[in-house]
C-alpha cells in the first residue's frame, strides 16, 4: 500500500500553506509567467489558465494521492493572496526523503516569503511526518534560490554537472535552452537546532484534513 501525506494546511505567523483551489488559477498563471519562472523552471512558456487548471485540478491533487509528495499553495495569512508556492516531491518513503521545489510571484520577492514558506513545509515534514532529509537543488546561476537554503538552514553537499536545463531569452524575444549545472543541498532534523533563535522560532501549526 502506498503511503500518503494528509491534505493539510501549514500556518506560520505572516503564510498559509494550503492544497491549491479552483480559485487560484489566475494568480497561479500570472505567476508562472513570470520571466524568471520560466527562465529557472521546466514549466511551459507562456503559462496559460489552461495549464494552471491541469496543475491545480488534477497533477497537484495526484502528486499526494499517488504517494509522491505534496503542494502547497502558500499565502499571505491577512490578505489571503497567492505568495507562491512549495512542492515536496521526489518522495521516497523508506529512506523518508524528499525534495522542495518553490515559487514565488514577483510582487511578494525580497519579503523573505520563500524562506519562511519553505521552513516551515520542512519543520512539518520532520516533526509530524517524520522525514529524516529535505532536499533542495538549485541551478548554478540562480543566486536567489541559493539564498533561501542558506537561510533556512541547508548544507551544500556538492554540484551535479550539467544536469539541468535552464532557459534564456534569445533576441527575437523567444527562449532557449541552456545547460547548466545544479548545487546540491540538504536539511536535515537536526540542522534546525542550530538555525539562529529568530528563524527556528517562526514556528508552525498544521492542520490536518484541510477543508
Same mark, same amino acid.
Given at each position: 500500500m502506498t503511503s500518503t501525506f494528509p491534505e493539510t494546511s501549514i500556518s506560520t505567523e505572516r503564510l498559509v500553506l494550503r492544497p491549491l483551489e479552483e480559485a487560484d488559477i489566475p494568480a497561479f498563471a500570472e505567476m508562472m509567467n513570470d520571466e524568471l519562472v520560466a527562465a529557472w523552471t521546466s514549466v511551459p512558456a507562456p503559462y496559460t489558465e489552461d495549464d494552471a487548471r491541469e496543475w491545480i485540478t488534477r497533477r497537484a491533487p495526484a502528486e499526494r494521492t499517488g504517494g509522491r509528495g505534496i503542494v502547497f499553495a502558500v499565502t499571505e495569512f491577512l490578505t489571503q493572496r497567492l505568495v507562491g508556492t512549495v512542492h515536496l516531491g521526489g518522495v521516497d518513503w523508506r529512506v523518508r526523503s524528499a525534495e522542495a521545489a518553490y515559487v514565488i510571484a514577483p510582487w511578494a520577492r525580497g519579503e523573505g516569503y520563500a524562506a519562511e514558506s519553505v521552513l516551515a513545509a520542512a519543520q512539518w515534514l520532520f516533526q509530524d511526518q517524520r522525514f529524516e532529509r529535505l532536499e533542495i537543488?538549485?541551478?548554478?546561476?540562480?543566486?536567489? &534560490?541559493?539564498?533561501?537554503?542558506?537561510?533556512?538552514?541547508?548544507?551544500?553537499?556538492?554540484?551535479?554537472?550539467?544536469?539541468?536545463?535552464?532557459? &534564456?531569452r534569445t533576441e527575437d524575444g523567444g527562449w532557449t535552452d541552456v545547460r547548466t549545472d545544479l548545487i546540491v543541498? &540538504?536539511?536535515?532534523?537536526?540542522?534546525?537546532?542550530?538555525?539562529p533563535e529568530e528563524t527556528a522560532e517562526a514556528g508552525y501549526s498544521s492542520y490536518a484534513e484541510w477543508r
Open positions: 537543488r538549485t541551478a548554478a546561476d540562480n543566486t536567489a &534560490s541559493q539564498r533561501v537554503a542558506q537561510k533556512i538552514g541547508c548544507v551544500s553537499e556538492g554540484v551535479l554537472r550539467n544536469a539541468w536545463i535552464a532557459r &534564456s543541498w &540538504s536539511l536535515l532534523p537536526e540542522d534546525l537546532d542550530g538555525m
